[in-house]
């Protein structure tokens, strides 16, 4: 269910190639085919759906996958005309996931399942631990290239200092990445999702699992009524629905704004995609860091370049696959740090 993460020493061809190359339909699900879209667009995982959803969930990656998706650099404040290209999808409308997890938690209701996971349970296992790993060498000062995926160097002596991290998932659906969070050691967590339902469903889970104190609450990222920021601030595909929405290009620059103020200084956005690469997704960071710079009035141009994010580690482990000579992954997961 992904698009290509290409390392920008390897590749030269772009994300549109590779997805046309893929010759998957790009007319998206709708309302009507939304059983065939599956309860989310997650890659099948082991936290429960019956047997005869598997190919509706298959269905539903393949459909998300081929999304034409615009390469990130496209996304500049300063576009006059819009995009006739851009690929929208019920996946980007609340009204879909609204449906989508009244189906999940009923489902849980009668059966006891979690439900899906996005993008699947090993790159959910990998997000947690990699972000364990990148929070421990900052916090004993350590150089942040290259961080290990699965484990710090010294375990014991860096997992003292999870406690002061605070970690908020936006987009969490059933709330199982923070529940794997707290499985590594982190204990102020907190999830927001602007549907009730999800909330509803991720608060049972986490109660039934024994994880009651991670904080769940019903928010929309573009509108946030969070006060608070964050250490770190986790996206395990949100932007990418976003992007699927008819406003994409318009809300992707919400986006920004608003998680720019919910990510503390010197914290981290920690993005994980499908639909964009890593180098897209520094392109488009990029693009904030310059508009944040080109909009703010001259008196407030210098707090405008204190709340900028820089690259910081991407995870390198995900299985990888040749496309025309280049070497790509479907999934990409990058770190940025707040000045």
């Known amino acids: ?17 590779i997805r046309a190359a893929s010759a998957v339909a790009t007319d998206l699900v709708s309302d009507d085919d939304r059983s065939v879209a599956a309860d989310s667009w997650s890659i099948k995982s082991d936290y429960g759906s019956t047997l005869d959803d598997e190919q509706r969930h298959a269905d539903a990656t393949d459909a998300l996958c081929a999304s034409n998706f615009r390469a ?9 005309e819009p995009d006739a290209e851009v690929v929208t999808s019920t996946l980007g409308l609340q009204s879909y996931w609204d449906s989508a997890y009244a189906d999940e938690l009923s489902n849980f209701r009668e059966h006891g399942h979690a439900g899906e ?16 790993s990148l929070c421990n060498d900052i916090s004993q000062g350590h150089s942040t290239n290259h961080v290990n995926d699965t484990k710090s160097s010294s375990v ?25 969070l707290a499985k590594q050691g982190f204990s102020d967590l907190t999830g927001v999702d602007y549907s009730e339902g999800a909330i509803e469903l991720a608060r049972n889970l986490a109660d039934r699992d024994g994880f009651s104190y991670i904080n769940f ?4 990222v573009l509108e946030t009524k969070l006060e608070r920021q964050f250490r770190v601030v986790i996206d395990k595909g949100t932007l990418d629905a976003i992007g699927l929405h008819p ?15 919910l990510v503390a200084s010197g914290g981290l956005l920690v993005i994980t995609s499908c639909n964009n690469t890593k180098d897209e997704l520094m392109q488009e ?5 310059q508009r944040r ?12 370049a204190a709340c900028q994010f820089r690259y910081v580690d991407h995870v390198r482990t995900y299985p990888t696959f040749m496309f025309g000579g280049s070497v790509g992954s479907r999934v990409a997961t990058v770190a940025f740090v707040r000045s």
């Not at 002061?164 to 794997?180: A, H, K, R």
């Not at 710079?293 to 405008?304: L, N, R």
């Open 247 to 261: 406003d994409g290009p318009i809300k992707r620059v919400m986006y920004w704004d608003s998680v720019s103020k």
């Open 117 to 132: 996971v996005w993008f699947g349970g090993d790159v959910m296992d990998v997000v947690a631990s990699w972000t364990k």
């Open 1 to 17: 269910m992904a698009g290509i993460r290409m390392p920008p020493e390897e590749s030269d061809i772009s994300q549109q190639q």
């Open 217 to 220: 609450l019903v928010d929309d």
């Open 72 to 80: 990130a650099s496209d996304y500049s404040s300063d576009k006059e």
């Open 156 to 180: 014991e002596d860096g997992d003292k200092h999870l406690s002061t991290w605070s970690v908020l998932d936006i987009g969490t659906g059933n709330g199982l990445l923070l529940q794997e």
């Open 293 to 304: 710079g080109e909009t703010s009035p001259e008196k407030e141009q210098e707090a405008a």
């Open 285 to 289: 960071v990029e693009n904030f860091n």
